[in-house]
C-alpha cells in the first residue's frame, strides 16, 4: 500500500487536525494540539499527515515532556476507520512513525488509549485500536483507573497524628531514598520497574510540593509527590513503606496531596493507579475523586536498524 508519512508544514495545522477526525470534535482536537505546541509538548515538525496517492488520509504526533529532546510517546493518532483498508493504512503509519522517532532520538516510544473515547483525543475503535498497535510492535505496559478530583467536593481534612517535611527541607538524597522505599513491593506493574524519582523530575514541580511523612517518633511513614503535566495537575505518586501499610495511612497522603493541588489551582486534577491496585483506587475514591475511564498504557521498543 502507497501511504506517505510526512511532517507538516506551518500552515498545516489545520488540515492536519481535521484530518480523520469527526467534524463534531475537529474544535477540540484543533484546541488540544496548539495547547500541547503553546506548552512544547509537542513540535510542528513532529505532527506527521499519512498521505495516500497525495491526499491527507490520516495523522499521527510525537509528545514528550517540555524541554526533552527527543519523543516518548504517540499522540493525535488517527486514520479512516470505516475504510476497507484502515488497518492497513494504520500499520503503515506506525510503522514509518518508528523510523521517524528513532531518527529524532527516541529508544521507544509510548502511546496510551482511554477508553470509554472522549476528549482531548476522542479515541475511537478502542479495540481495533488495541489489535493494530499490538500487531505493530506494541506491548501491553500495563492499565490504570484514571480519577478526576471534583472541583465541588471538599478538600480532604488534614491528617492528624504525621508530621510532615518537604524536599526542599531534606534535602534531595534523602527524598530519592524514601522513594526507593515506597515503591518496593508496589502494586503497581510499571512504578516497580521504573526510577519513579527520575521519572517525576520531568514534571513541573517546586521542592515544597513533594513532602515525606513521618510518624512522631521520626519513622517514615511514605510520601506525596503532587506535580503538574502539561495538560492537568495531577499526584504523580503517593506511597507508604511496606511496613507501615494497612494501616490507613494513605488515606493521610492523598489527602494532603490533595490540598496541595487545591492550592495550586491548576484545572483538572487527575491520577492514575494501576487497576491491581485496588487500595489505592479505593483511597482516591474517599478522598472525593472519581474514576472516570480505564488507560491502556503501550509500549514500543525500537530496534537501531529503524530510519525514516
Given at each position: 500500500?502507497?501511504?506517505r508519512?510526512?511532517?507538516?508544514?506551518?500552515?498545516e495545522?489545520?488540515?492536519?487536525?481535521?484530518?480523520?477526525?469527526?467534524?463534531?470534535?475537529?474544535?477540540?482536537?484543533?484546541?488540544?494540539?496548539?495547547?500541547?505546541?503553546?506548552?512544547?509538548?509537542?513540535?510542528?515538525d513532529?505532527?506527521?499527515?499519512?498521505?495516500?496517492?497525495?491526499?491527507?488520509?490520516?495523522?499521527?504526533?510525537?509528545w514528550?515532556?517540555?524541554?526533552?529532546?527527543?519523543?516518548?510517546?504517540?499522540?493525535?493518532?488517527?486514520?479512516p476507520?470505516?475504510?476497507?483498508e484502515?488497518?492497513?493504512?494504520?500499520?503503515?503509519?506506525?510503522?514509518?512513525?518508528?523510523?521517524?522517532?528513532?531518527?529524532?532520538?527516541?529508544?521507544?516510544?509510548?502511546?496510551?488509549?482511554?477508553?470509554?473515547?472522549?476528549?482531548?483525543?476522542?479515541?475511537a475503535?478502542?479495540?481495533?485500536r488495541?489489535?493494530?498497535?499490538?500487531?505493530?510492535?506494541?506491548?501491553?505496559?500495563?492499565?490504570?483507573?484514571?480519577?478526576?478530583?471534583?472541583?465541588?467536593?471538599?478538600?480532604?481534612?488534614?491528617?492528624?497524628?504525621?508530621?510532615?517535611?518537604?524536599?526542599?527541607?531534606?534535602?534531595?538524597?534523602?527524598?530519592?531514598a524514601?522513594?526507593?522505599r515506597?515503591?518496593?513491593?508496589?502494586?503497581?506493574?510499571?512504578?516497580?520497574d521504573?526510577?519513579?524519582?527520575?521519572?517525576?523530575q520531568?514534571?513541573q514541580?517546586?521542592?515544597?510540593?513533594?513532602?515525606?511523612?513521618?510518624?512522631?517518633?521520626?519513622?517514615?511513614?511514605?510520601?506525596?509527590?503532587?506535580?503538574?503535566?502539561?495538560?492537568?495537575?495531577?499526584?504523580?505518586?503517593?506511597?507508604?513503606?511496606?511496613?507501615?501499610?494497612?494501616?490507613?495511612?494513605?488515606?493521610?497522603?492523598?489527602?494532603?496531596?490533595?490540598?496541595?493541588?487545591a492550592?495550586?489551582?491548576?484545572?483538572?486534577?487527575?491520577?492514575?493507579?494501576?487497576?491491581?491496585?485496588?487500595?489505592?483506587?479505593?483511597?482516591?475514591?474517599?478522598?472525593?475523586?472519581?474514576?472516570?475511564?480505564?488507560?491502556?498504557?503501550?509500549?514500543?521498543?525500537?530496534?537501531?536498524?529503524?530510519?525514516?
Amino acid at each position: 500500500m502507497d501511504i506517505r508519512l510526512r511532517p507538516i508544514a506551518e500552515s498545516e495545522l489545520a488540515v492536519f487536525t481535521a484530518t480523520a477526525t469527526d467534524p463534531a470534535h475537529a474544535e477540540a482536537v484543533r484546541h488540544y494540539a496548539e495547547d500541547l505546541l503553546g506548552k512544547g509538548a509537542m513540535r510542528l515538525d513532529w505532527c506527521f499527515l499519512a498521505e495516500q496517492g497525495g491526499a491527507p488520509v490520516g495523522r499521527i504526533a510525537f509528545w514528550a515532556l517540555p524541554g526533552a529532546a527527543a519523543p516518548s510517546d504517540i499522540v493525535l493518532f488517527d486514520l479512516p476507520w470505516p475504510a476497507p483498508e484502515a488497518d492497513a493504512i494504520g500499520a503503515a503509519m506506525l510503522g514509518q512513525a518508528a523510523g521517524w522517532a528513532r531518527s529524532l532520538g527516541a529508544r521507544a516510544l509510548g502511546h496510551v488509549l482511554d477508553t470509554p473515547m472522549q476528549a482531548p483525543q476522542w479515541q475511537a475503535e478502542p479495540e481495533r485500536r488495541k489489535a493494530l498497535l499490538t500487531d505493530n510492535g506494541f506491548e501491553i505496559r500495563r492499565e490504570t483507573f484514571r480519577f478526576e478530583f471534583d472541583p465541588a467536593a471538599p478538600i480532604p481534612a488534614p491528617a492528624d497524628g504525621l508530621v510532615f517535611r518537604s524536599m526542599a527541607e531534606v534535602g534531595e538524597a534523602a527524598f530519592r531514598a524514601a522513594s526507593e522505599r515506597v515503591t518496593r513491593g508496589t502494586l503497581d506493574r510499571r512504578i516497580g520497574d521504573d526510577d519513579i524519582f527520575a521519572d517525576l523530575q520531568g514534571l513541573q514541580h517546586e521542592p515544597g510540593w513533594w513532602e515525606l511523612a513521618y510518624e512522631p517518633d521520626g519513622a517514615l511513614v511514605g510520601l506525596v509527590m503532587p506535580a503538574l503535566a502539561p495538560s492537568m495537575a495531577t499526584i504523580g505518586y503517593v506511597g507508604v513503606v511496606p511496613e507501615r501499610r494497612g494501616r490507613g495511612h494513605v488515606h493521610a497522603l492523598l489527602a494532603r496531596g490533595t490540598a496541595t493541588l487545591a492550592r495550586i489551582g491548576r484545572r483538572p486534577v487527575r491520577a492514575d493507579t494501576d487497576t491491581r491496585n485496588m487500595p489505592m483506587a479505593d483511597a482516591f475514591r474517599r478522598a472525593g475523586w472519581r474514576d472516570f475511564a480505564i488507560r491502556t498504557e503501550f509500549e514500543r521498543p525500537l530496534s537501531p536498524a529503524a530510519v525514516a
